[in-house]
C-alpha cells in the first residue's frame, strides 16, 4: 500500500527556517517524480516544489525560489523541503505528493503537516 | 489570483447533474493534459480525474471530465450528499515550469 507520511511542520517566527520530512513507504522513491503542494488556512491548493527521480531536476514556484529547497534521499525513501527566510504568508498546510510516471498528476497524497510562522 | 479559473461555487440536488469549468491558457490546459482533484472537508485531495477524461480505478463513473482549447469541465452526474467537497483543476504551465491550479471550486449539494 503506498503511503506518505509528513512530519516536521510546527509555529517557527518570521524570518526563521523549518525542514520538512516525507517518507515513502509501499513503492520506491528513486522510480516517481515527487511535489510538495501547500494550502494556506481557507485557501486552495497550490504547488510549491517537485524533484527528479533521480534529484536532478528540480522546479519551485517564484515566490519561494532562493528560500526553499526540495531534495531526496532515494536510500531512505524520504523527500524534504527546507525552508528558510519564512513569511507569514508561507504558514499553510504542506502536502507532499507524488507524481504519477504513465498517467501524470499527483496520484497518491500525504495527511499534510501544519506550518506556522507567525511571532 | 490563480493561473487556471475556476467559479468558486457550485450547487445541484441530489440526482442532478453539475458541471464545474476551468479556464486556463495555451501554456497549461492548451498544450498540457488536466487533472482534476476532490477535496473532502479535513481530509487530503485525491486524484479524481487524469490525463483530461479518464478516471483512476475506484472513481465512479458519475464522475467525468473534458477538455476543449484552453478550457475544461468536469460533470458530475446523479449528484449525491457524498459528493460535496471542493474541487481542484489542474494542469503543468510550460511557461512557468510548474504545477498550476485553479482556485477552487465549493460543491454544494443541496
Known amino acids: 500500500e503506498v503511503q506518505l507520511v509528513e512530519s516536521g511542520g510546527g509555529l517557527v517566527q518570521p524570518g526563521g527556517s523549518l525542514r520538512l520530512s516525507c517518507v515513502a513507504s509501499g513503492f520506491t522513491l528513486s522510480t516517481y517524480w515527487m511535489s510538495w503542494v501547500r494550502q494556506a488556512p481557507g485557501k486552495g491548493l497550490e504547488w510549491v516544489a517537485n524533484i527528479k527521480k533521480d534529484g536532478s531536476e528540480k522546479y519551485y514556484v517564484d515566490s519561494v525560489k532562493g528560500r526553499f529547497t526540495i531534495s531526496k534521499d532515494n536510500v531512505k525513501n524520504s523527500l524534504y523541503l527546507q525552508m528558510n527566510s519564512l513569511r507569514a504568508e508561507d504558514t499553510a498546510v504542506y502536502y507532499c505528493?507524488?507524481?504519477?510516471?504513465?498517467?501524470?498528476?499527483?496520484?497518491?497524497w500525504g495527511q499534510g503537516t501544519l506550518v506556522t510562522v507567525s511571532s | 489570483q490563480s493561473v487556471l479559473t475556476q467559479p468558486p461555487s457550485a450547487s445541484g440536488t441530489p440526482g442532478q447533474r453539475v458541471t464545474i469549468s476551468c479556464s486556463g491558457s495555451s501554456s497549461n490546459i492548451g498544450s498540457n493534459y488536466v487533472y482534476w482533484y476532490q477535496q473532502l472537508p479535513g481530509t487530503a485531495p485525491k486524484l479524481l480525474i487524469y490525463?483530461?477524461?479518464q478516471r483512476p480505478s475506484g472513481v465512479p463513473d458519475r464522475f467525468s471530465g473534458s477538455k476543449s482549447g484552453t478550457s475544461a469541465s468536469l460533470a458530475i452526474s446523479g449528484l449525491r450528499s457524498e459528493d460535496e467537497a471542493d474541487y481542484y483543476c489542474a494542469a503543468w504551465d510550460n511557461s512557468l515550469s510548474g504545477w498550476v491550479f485553479g482556485g477552487g471550486t465549493k460543491l454544494t449539494v443541496l
Open positions: 505528493a507524488r507524481e504519477n510516471t504513465n498517467r501524470g498528476g499527483l496520484d497518491y
Open positions: 490525463r483530461d477524461s
